[in-house]
């Protein structure tokens, strides 16, 4: 297994599952909310640059921060699970789990491993849990958000056996 950065997908790239983690509309409005408030709160009625300064440097922050949070793309394409820059080759896929809310709080909860590679989204209450089999790697499984999970952990599966049958 590697977790390096990936490239983009090449024209050519097959991809049997593809989604953004994004967050959805009522965090952005809130979030620029958030960020609107602490902007009045520096302004309080000030003149000068203390007028527009915290409108300026504010806003576009939040929504920037905002953006980062929904950047996460999961994809399984050219025989890989991609998670943002986490790549894991599917040939060491030993089974993929689709899990609901409490059963991707039970993976994540109190009995969870430290060793898990974890890329989990609060606002996304499906997950996928992906059982390693890697003698070489101390990561004993991946738990990923997920919008789709019985889709994603099928497309794991089915590109895990194709690249077995090859």
Same mark, same amino acid.
Request: glycine share 10%; proline share 9%; net charge positive.
């Given at each position: 297994m590697s977790l390096s950065s990936s490239p983009p997908a090449s024209p050519g790239a097959t991809t049997a599952y593809s989604e953004r983690l994004d967050l959805p509309w009522w965090l952005w409005l809130a979030g620029v909310a958030v960020g609107g408030f602490l902007a009045v709160e520096l302004w309080l009625? !000030?003149?000068?640059?203390?007028? %527009?300064? *915290? &409108?300026?440097?504010?806003?576009? #922050? !939040?929504v920037a921060a905002l %953006? %980062? @949070?929904?950047?996460?793309?999961?994809?399984?394409?050219d025989g890989e699970l991609r998670v943002d820059d986490a790549r894991l080759p599917v040939? &060491?896929?030993? /089974? !993929?789990? =689709? @899990?609901?809310?409490? +059963?991707?709080?039970?993976?994540? +909860?109190?009995?969870a491993d430290p060793l898990a590679f974890v890329v989990q989204? =609060?606002?996304? =209450? +499906?997950?996928?849990?992906?059982? @390693? /089999? /890697? *003698? #070489?790697? =101390?990561t004993p499984f991946w738990v990923v958000s997920s919008r789709d999970p019985v889709r994603?952990?099928? !497309? @794991?599966?089915?590109?895990?056996n194709v690249k077995r049958e090859e």
């Open positions: 009625g !000030a003149d000068g640059v203390r007028a %527009w300064l *915290p &409108f300026v440097v504010l806003l576009p #922050a !939040a %953006w %980062w @949070l929904g950047r996460i793309r999961v994809a399984v394409t040939r &060491f896929v030993a /089974d !993929a789990v =689709p @899990l609901d809310a409490a +059963g991707r709080r039970e993976v994540l +909860g109190v009995g989204r =609060p606002w996304i =209450p +499906g997950a996928v849990q992906v059982v @390693l /089999d /890697d *003698p #070489a790697d =101390p994603l952990a099928s !497309a @794991l599966v089915a590109a895990r």
